[in-house]
């Protein structure tokens, strides 16, 4: 399974950047998919997941700022980021996964990931 991230790049504050996952390599429609983020120092956090069917879950600290959705035409799962703070600052990794009952549980499949910088 290859996991191609993109999108990432510097914004203001306050502003939005939309990240892709390209997949290849598995039947992707089955999969749940995940972002997930690293910030220096920090260990990686899971950020959004989206279960095979298109529901979304979220971390409380990206609520209702960021949007996760998926294409399954394209083998592409998007992470739309609005209102970016400082804190969001890192590198954002897609990855594959499984949901059971409500709990995400991530393949070892990770992409290069991609470097998101908020700062004025």
């Known amino acids: 399974v290859q996991l191609q991230a993109s999108g990432g790049g510097l914004v203001q504050p306050g502003g939005s950047l939309r990240l892709s996952c390209a997949a290849s390599?598995?039947?992707?429609?089955?999969?749940?998919m995940g972002w997930y983020r690293q910030a220096p120092g920090k260990q990686r956090e899971l950020v959004a997941t989206?279960?095979?069917?298109?529901?979304?879950n979220y971390a409380d600290s990206v609520k209702g700022r960021f949007t996760i959705s998926r294409d399954n035409a394209k083998n592409t799962v998007y992470l739309q980021m609005n209102s970016l703070n400082a804190e969001d600052t890192a590198v954002y990794y897609c990855?594959?996964?499984?949901?059971?009952?409500?709990?995400?549980?991530?393949?070892?499949?990770w992409g290069q990931g991609t470097q998101v910088t908020v700062s004025s």
């Open positions: 390599g598995s039947i992707f429609s089955r999969n749940s």
């Open positions: 990855n594959q996964g499984a949901t059971r009952r409500g709990t995400y549980f991530p393949y070892d499949y």
């Open positions: 989206i279960t095979s069917g298109g529901n979304p």
